[in-house]
């Protein structure tokens, strides 16, 4: 099946500084890819759609300008947290929808626990 | 906006069956997704109904009423493997965007 990398898995970073998250699809082509934040014990929240080629669509509540996304390429796209504060602390999930496979379903990252000190 | 709504917590005996209900709320609804997420790991997709009815795959079946706004998913003959959180997602909107409900922490004991 479709896979999708996430890199880092597990990040952790001093207050102040940036953190970049890479999202990967391995064997297919993804025009959209999401991002999703998850805290302990919580449901997955969506943070921003991510096209290739175009901006990020992001969710209400979400400050777009401490969550850069850039969806470069057809496999590639980044979240960088910016300046980080230890509330960003959270479990950081990429789906992508395969451009050529079946549009209802989404493969998701391994994640990427971010811990800001 | 988007609601859904699911029970949070369902314990169940290892052979048997167990449902778990999600009701939602939504503009341009295209489908419900469930998705199965053990601790520390990340979603795995599991089903996905566009129109009403059931589907089934193996050991899982889901089923929707869009006039209801309602749909489960069935866990048949369960294992102990299968403890872990269910996640019922609606797809909406022009990206077909997937907001997710709250989860259902199912414990199957033996």
């Known amino acids: 099946g479709a896979v999708v990398s996430q890199h880092p898995s597990r990040v952790i970073c001093k207050s102040g500084t940036s953190v970049k998250i890479e999202c990967r699809s391995l064997?297919?082509?993804?025009?959209?890819m999401f991002w999703y934040r998850q805290f302990p014990k919580q449901s997955l929240m969506l943070m921003a759609t991510?096209?290739?080629?175009?901006?990020?669509?992001?969710e209400q509540g979400v400050e777009k300008d401490k969550f850069l996304i850039n969806h470069a390429s057809l496999t590639l796209s980044t979240l960088t947290v910016t300046s980080a504060h230890p509330e960003d602390s959270s479990f950081y999930i990429c789906?992508?929808?395969?451009?050529?496979?079946?549009?209802?379903?989404?493969?998701f990252g391994p994640g990427t626990r971010l811990l800001v000190l | 906006g988007q609601s859904l709504e699911q029970p949070s917590e369902v314990t169940a005996v290892e052979g048997a069956i167990v449902q778990i209900n999600c009701t939602y709320q939504?503009?341009?609804?295209?489908?419900l997704s469930w998705y199965q997420q053990h601790d520390g790991g990340a979603p795995t997709f599991l089903s996905y109904?566009?129109?009403?009815g059931l589907e089934e795959t193996g050991r899982f079946s889901s089923f929707l009423s869009r006039s209801d706004s309602y749909g489960y998913l069935l866990l048949q003959e369960l294992q102990m493997k299968d403890s872990a959180s269910y996640f019922c997602a609606v797809s909406s909107g022009g990206y077909q965007k997937v907001t997710f409900g709250i989860g259902t922490k199912l414990q199957v004991i033996p």
């Open positions: 064997d297919f082509q993804a025009t959209t």
């Open positions: 991510s096209n290739e080629g175009s901006k990020a669509t992001y």
């Open positions: 109904n566009a129109l009403d």
């Open positions: 789906s992508a929808r395969d451009a050529g496979g079946r549009e209802e379903t989404q493969y």
């Open positions: 939504t503009s341009g609804f295209y489908g």
